[in-house]
């Protein structure tokens, strides 16, 4: 029989949803599960995986509160998170894995309230778009902000991949990914609002495949078929920056300069942080360096960052160019819209990837006050465009062939005759081709050299010899006698 304290553990576990009763059950029945020690149970439940550590830890020390936040199961801490704290909980329903964060009210602004703060992520976190990594709750619970994120099984933010596979990815890959978060800000900024804080651990990019390499290790690697979505909208707290309280590297290395020290941030400013993560994806390193956060922050106010071209001469020096220019000092040198980057990106990305753009409105003929009566319209079989099957996986997720294909297609379509480089794989195909052309001359000249020496005949007309046989089988015709003359 269980003891008080145990009893009381269970209904607390039922309540918050940390146990089922079919679990409850179960452990009350197993022989060697303790029945009066909630320590012991709490050591015996974290050996057989039943809880984990934070749970178990929270049983010990009196913190069941902890165990359960705006009815989501809490399973873990995951630690510090832009505005909060992060951790591992449960869905209350479906019981799938999420990720729950409680906000700090104070870190949104002086004059920010909590119910400023639900407001701004439910307005701009759970907007609709194949780009953006939404919401799934936002609200209000014990006086504090929380927000509910959906956890991606198989996939991993930009910043992870590119130390895992230990270097830049292909340009073309870059530019797919650089045009899908601007397609995510176009939706944003259109609303009135801005992210905040692009950067490449904020966009995450699946499903994942693994490569095997000949030293035995395997690494993450984009599939074919991956997307990027962008993460953290309506989350990102006010950057309260100065000397003394400067962001961490790795998000102080995308804020622009004129966040630096007026803190002023708009549309320009999420352009600049796409800018520089296309840059750090290109070069492998981003647009600045330092050992320290003030020399850091000097070099984003002053300092040029060294040419793309200089450092990845295999990119067109338009893409090139046009990431230089998204990471201006001045906001007005930058790319002014969302839109206006995703049309500069989308001539370097891969046929048949990008989305159509949607049909143009069809106006009416007639003011909407005039019509008295509405005619049945038959529904018309528009015309799909159907995406080009991307090739085989290799390198990043993706053929490297096809950076130089998508761009003689995008000359094809402007207009323009552009010489494209010869690939590996061509100059292979090539090389057959000449051994194989080779290979039929020789044979048809030695086939010649033999029929001019007599050494093969091509007369078929039969052997005279055999003919002179066949005349000597014929049977010779008999002679008329004659008449004896009398």
Request: proline residues 10%.
């Amino acid at each position: 029989m269980p003891s008080d304290s145990i009893a009381g553990f269970f209904d607390h576990a039922k309540a918050n949803r940390v146990l089922f009763p079919d679990q409850v059950e179960q452990l009350i029945r197993q022989p060697d599960a303790p029945q009066t020690d909630l320590t012991a149970l709490c050591s015996y439940l974290l050996e057989k995986g039943v809880l984990t550590r934070f749970q178990a830890d929270a049983i010990r020390e009196g913190r069941g509160q902890d165990l359960s936040f705006a009815n989501y199961p809490v399973v873990d801490e995951i630690g510090p998170c832009p505005g909060g704290t992060a951790y591992r909980a449960l869905h209350p329903s479906l019981r799938t894995p999420v990720v729950l964060r409680r906000l700090n009210t104070s870190a949104f602004g002086q004059n920010t309230s909590t119910s400023g703060v639900i407001k701004r992520a439910r307005a701009f976190g759970m907007l609709p778009h194949a780009n953006l990594l939404p919401l799934l709750d936002a609200g209000e619970y014990r006086g504090e902000a929380y927000a509910v994120l959906e956890q991606p099984s198989d996939a991993a933010d930009l910043g992870s991949l590119l130390i895992e596979i230990g270097g830049a990815m292909p340009g073309f890959l870059a530019a797919e990914y650089g045009w899908a978060v601007a397609a995510a800000l176009g939706t944003i900024h259109e609303r009135g609002g801005w992210h905040g804080e692009v950067r490449p651990g904020l966009v995450i990019v699946g499903p994942l495949t693994a490569k095997a390499y000949p030293d035995g290790t395997t690494k993450r690697r984009p599939a074919h078929n991956a997307t990027a979505k962008l993460a953290e909208t309506g989350l990102i707290p006010a950057h309260a920056l100065g000397t003394q309280n400067l962001p961490v590297p790795d998000v102080l290395a995308y804020l622009p300069p004129e966040s630096l020290d007026e803190n002023i941030y708009d549309a320009r400013s999420d352009l600049y942080g796409l800018g520089a993560s296309l840059y750090l994806l290109l070069a492998g390193r981003p647009p600045h360096t330092a050992e320290t956060l003030s020399e850091l922050a000097d070099k984003i106010r002053s300092a040029e960052p060294t040419p793309l071209e200089r450092l990845r001469p295999d990119v067109p020096s338009e893409f090139a160019a046009f990431v230089m220019r998204m990471i201006a000092k001045r906001p007005e040198d930058r790319p002014q819209t969302a839109q206006e980057a995703q049309d500069a990106l989308a001539p370097f990305c891969r046929a048949g990837i990008l989305p159509p753009p949607p049909p143009p409105a069809v106006p009416m003929a007639v003011p909407v006050s005039s019509v008295t009566s509405i005619p049945v319209v038959r529904e018309v079989a528009m015309p799909v465009a159907v995406p080009v099957a991307p090739p085989e996986p290799d390198g990043w997720g993706v053929n490297p062939d096809a950076f130089a294909e998508a761009q003689a297609a995008s000359a094809a379509d402007s207009g323009q005759t552009r010489r494209r480089k010869l690939s590996s794989k061509d100059k292979n195909r090539s090389r057959l081709l000449i051994v194989l052309g080779l290979c039929l001359h020789l044979t048809a000249f030695g086939t010649l050299a033999a029929w001019v020496g007599g050494y093969i005949s091509f007369d078929s007309s039969p052997d005279p010899v055999e003919k002179k046989d066949k005349e000597k089988e014929k049977p010779k015709a008999k002679q008329p006698r004659e008449k004896p003359q009398s």
